[in-house]
Nanobody, 113 residues
Framework: EVQLVESGGGLVQPGGSLRLSCAASGFTFSNYAMSWVRQAPGKGVEWVSTVNSGGAYTSYAGSVKGRFTISRDNARNTLYLQMNNLKPEDTAVYIC??????RGQGTQVTVSA
């Protein structure tokens, strides 16, 4: 069974940091590009970042570039998102997504004073 399980979300003050993880199982993780997307309350799904299968190439939405870093550990079948200098507008459910569009359930990130 293909599974993507996110963790690491929580409540953080503006300017703070969080590191999200996504544990993958049931498929050959190292063969797939992986992405993070997010969905804020009352809004549609927004693409955040993508990393290629080998981890060497990354891309970011303009709203997070310079603050977020995507990475992966293919030996551990895990995707990461390091989020720094968080802003209230980053509040959302963060979801990891494989390049075949499989998604996890998400982890809530709330940025508030």
């Amino acid at each position: 069974e293909v599974q993507l399980v996110e963790s690491g979300g929580g409540l953080v003050q503006p300017g703070g940091s969080l590191r999200l993880s996504c544990a993958a199982s049931g498929f050959t993780f190292s063969n797939y590009a992986m992405s993070w997307v997010r969905q804020a309350p009352g809004k549609g799904v927004e693409w955040v970042s993508t990393v290629n299968s080998g981890g060497a190439y990354t891309s970011y939405a303009g709203s997070v570039k310079g603050r977020f870093t995507i990475s992966r550990d293919n030996a551990r079948n895990t995707l990461y998102l390091q989020m720094n200098n968080l802003k209230p507008e980053d509040t959302a459910v963060y979801i990891c997504e494989a390049s075949d569009s499989t998604r996890g359930q998400g982890t809530q990130v709330t940025v508030s004073a």
